[in-house]
């Protein structure tokens, strides 16, 4: 079996993307430090339901189908840790098999403060995304040039990287003609985020390990996510993934879908033009597989457009407020004074092609997707707390 290393595999991508490897017969091992648990306690933000712990979880996938996801409780951070997981020294914090599963032939890395409004919060929460990311990016590649240079690495960036640029956002890569010469760039990054900008330094420290050190690396610039089942977690209610629905982990259509439900206007910021690309849940399983499967070549930085259709927030608040009403709900669309510095409207024309010529097949958001959301969410209607629904941190 080739054995996947997962970092970051207790989030909210990162579990789903545990269970679905390992149903599809590959030697799993998931590392998490229960950050974006801690954070959410921390900051009193609200998950719609709760969830086993990392351990819990892997317990009842095992019990549930008899397959192992190996647990480490860890600091990526600390380098130390990174390294193990290549040396065969890691003491795992759960595991049915004690044996070391050996090189991995691919690392899902999605291991960083998933957040732009934490990374705002205050100089401190800023201080944290960045040592966090930059940190276990930089680990992980140095342990890759010391130990496994063969191993294909899937880095989850994102399409905040690119900004809103006024020209066609290209997938990567930009070809350049200067003065009678021409070479190609990695296509030009303006962070709105001082997560988004770890970020483009995650691109940049990847570039230069891939540069310097012959490693092969896909990065899948993502845009928002959406949804909360797989066809791996309806096994279990216990297997569903984190979902949150506040203002600093919660993503728009999810956040925009629970505030239907419990009759609070969705929060649309200012004039509500913001375009970005989006996907579903399973999109992100499908583009990690088919990137897995087809990997990027030794020396290759390839990067792709993860998204499978673009959406203004305008677009988004209609359309969840048409599903809302025919389910019964009196949805309410509130503009508010925009707490982020960015534009409202702008050009926005992302190529977004390369996964699905390797082989991915997109799902789209329909009102029947929205509907069986809205059904899910609806369940747990009584956990959901307005108080940390919106906060307006500024930037």
Sequence with gaps: MAHILILGGDGYLGWPTAMYFSNRGYDVTVVDNYFRRNACLELDVGMLYPVPSLIERATIWYKKTGKEIKVVIGDLSDPEIIRSLFQGTIEYTWCANK????????????????????????????????????????????????????????????????GTPNIDIEEGWLDIEHNGRKDKFLFPRQASSLYHTTKIMDTDLMWFAVRMWDLCITDLMQGPVYGIETEDSIIDDRLKTIFNYDEIFGTIINRFIVQAIVDYPLTVYGKGGQTRGYLNINDTLQCVHTSEKTPAR?????????????????????????????????????????????????????????????????????????????SVVKEFKENIRKDVIFRGIKW
């Design 99 to 162: 044996k070391f599963s050996g090189l991995p032939v691919t690392v899902l890395h999605y291991a960083e403060q998933p957040s732009a409004p934490y990374s705002l919060i205050n100089y401190k929460y800023a201080n944290i995304t960045l040592s966090n990311n930059l940190l276990v990016t930089n680990n992980l590649m140095f342990a890759l040039r010391d130990f496994s240079r063969d191993t294909h690495v899937v880095h989850i960036g994102t399409m905040g990287e690119y």
């Design 298 to 374: 030794k020396g290759e930085l390839r990067i792709f457009n993860q998204i499978m259709e673009t959406f203004s927030a305008n677009d988004i608040a209609e359309q969840i407020q048409r599903v809302g009403q025919n389910l019964g709900y009196e949805v309410k669309i509130n503009h508010l004074e925009n707490p982020r510095k960015e534009a409202e409207e702008h050009y926005y024309n992302p190529a977004y092609q390369g996964l699905i010529d390797i082989g991915v097949i997109p799902h789209y958001l329909t009102d029947d997707i929205m509907t069986g959301m809205f």
